[in-house]
């Protein structure tokens, strides 16, 4: 069946960039996403990229796709104490349902 | 505008007991959707709902779970004879349409002692 997969810790320097790496088993997805998940907090999508690009660029964020060998990344540039929380990739089917990895949670070190 | 809210943030119940979860979708949104979420884990797909009508439930673990969505607008989830294993955060989420972004709420948390 299909399957998600994530790392579930990073841990990063405030100011350096985060990678947070993703894979998937499905090739028929159309949308892959990236969503925010803050303690008491909705979770909040911050990009997605279509499965026909490979990368994506919004401000701090980049997403690369590589649908070759199903995995995905997104990366934080400069980060701040205030991009703590934890990262959730998602696919969606050619349907409406989104396929969910276990989550990356985001540690920022001083 | 107002976004996804559910009700109640919290509840805590007895196992064997009944309980009702609402959610209130952002208005015009046709699409809902209900995901559960357990500690560490991502959201795992139970049911959604296209207007009126359960166009997909089969992420609903058994016959203990029961969502409605009578008037296209507000849902209920509901769980009968509650068991310690269903404590999890319940999310609800809705969408213009089937295939456009999802934007969730704040969950329900369900603890069954």
């Known amino acids: 069946g299909e399957d998600v997969e994530q790392s579930l810790f990073l841990s990063v320097r405030e100011g350096d960039s985060s990678v947070i790496n993703c894979t998937y088993t499905?090739?028929?997805?159309?949308?892959l996403y990236w969503y925010k998940q803050e303690p008491g907090a909705g979770l909040q999508l911050l990009t997605y990229?279509?499965?026909n690009m490979d990368m994506k660029q919004d401000q701090r964020l980049t997403v690369l796709l590589n649908k070759k060998d199903k995995h995905l990344s997104l990366r934080i540039a400069d980060t701040q104490t205030g991009d703590s929380a934890i990262y959730f990739c998602?696919?969606?089917?050619?349907?409406?349902?989104?396929?969910w990895g276990a989550g990356t949670k985001l540690i920022i070190k001083p | 505008g107002a976004g996804v809210s559910q009700t109640p943030s919290n509840k805590v119940t007895e196992k064997g007991k009944y309980v009702e979860l609402r959610c209130d979708p952002i208005?015009?949104?046709?699409?809902l959707y209900w995901y559960r979420q357990s500690l560490g884990q991502g959201p795992e797909f139970l049911i959604y709902?296209?207007?009126?009508?359960?166009?997909?439930d089969s992420g609903l673990p058994n016959d203990r779970f029961f969502a409605v969505r009578p008037e296209g607008s507000v849902s209920t989830l509901k769980i009968q004879r509650t068991e310690r294993g269903d404590s999890a955060v319940y999310l609800c989420?809705?969408?213009?349409?089937?295939?456009?972004?999802?934007?969730f709420g704040p969950g329900t948390r369900l603890t069954v002692l």
């Open positions: 989420a809705s969408s213009l349409g089937g295939r456009d972004e999802q934007f």
């Open positions: 208005s015009g949104h046709t699409a």
């Open positions: 709902f296209q207007g009126t009508g359960a166009a997909d």
């Open positions: 499905d090739s028929s997805s159309t949308y």
């Open positions: 990229i279509f499965s």
């Open positions: 998602a696919e969606r089917l050619s349907n409406y349902q989104l396929i």
